[in-house]
């Protein structure tokens, strides 16, 4: 059984898009930081993703001769980590993924139980449904040190849990990284 853990960039008030849907506006992240981020993407056995993170991602899969050494790296490893992209509303996706459309519970639920290793999940509509199955084990809020004001929150609005403190760490670039587990 795979250990799941939704992990995405937040602005330190707590969003993962800015309020016109897109990525929010942070400053590149260092070579430093880019490496860690190539080391837990390098850690996953697989990667749940939803519809919107999934597109923004997949610039990953295409070439792009104006990335640094790092970057080059964190593509290629992406690409190698097979990708379950979770939308009613594609009808394809690129290559080393695989949809999930239909009977999306029971298919999250299959994917964990079958999967050994870490199952990195990004995108907070995705992690709602997760959530709410219990299928997540540990939270990861990396706080770039930006705020934007508004837009999509890591966690859904209305969303309500008790959780436990794993560890808070400072990582570069003035990233803080704080991990939760779900209070049991």
């Not at 995405?8 to 860690?36: C, H, I, K, R």
């Not at 209305?158 to 704080?178: E, S, Y």
Request: aromatic fraction near 8%; hydrophobic fraction near 40%.
């Amino acid at each position: 059984m795979g250990r799941v853990i939704f992990a995405m960039n937040t602005s330190v008030d707590g969003y993962v898009s800015g309020a016109s849907g897109g990525p929010f506006e942070a400053p590149p992240p260092s070579d430093e930081l880019m490496q860690y981020f190539n080391e837990l993407q390098r850690s996953a056995a697989l990667s749940l993703y939803g519809r919107l993170v999934y597109s923004d991602m997949r610039y990953w899969d295409t070439e792009d001769s104006n990335r640094s050494a790092v970057e080059e790296e964190f593509a290629a490893v992406w690409r190698a980590t097979p990708k379950v992209v979770v939308s009613t509303t594609l009808t394809e996706v690129g290559p080393n993924a695989t949809l999930v459309s239909a009977d999306v519970d029971a298919e999250l639920r299959r994917i964990v139980a079958s999967t050994e290793g870490v199952i990195s999940v990004e995108g907070p509509t995705l992690v709602e449904t997760m959530s709410r199955l219990g299928l997540v084990d540990e939270y990861h809020i990396y706080q770039r040190p930006v705020v934007i004001g508004g837009g999509k929150p890591y966690f859904a609005l209305g969303t309500t849990m008790n959780l436990t403190l794993l560890g808070v760490g400072k990582l570069p670039d003035d990233t803080v990284l704080v991990r939760y587990r779900p209070a049991t």
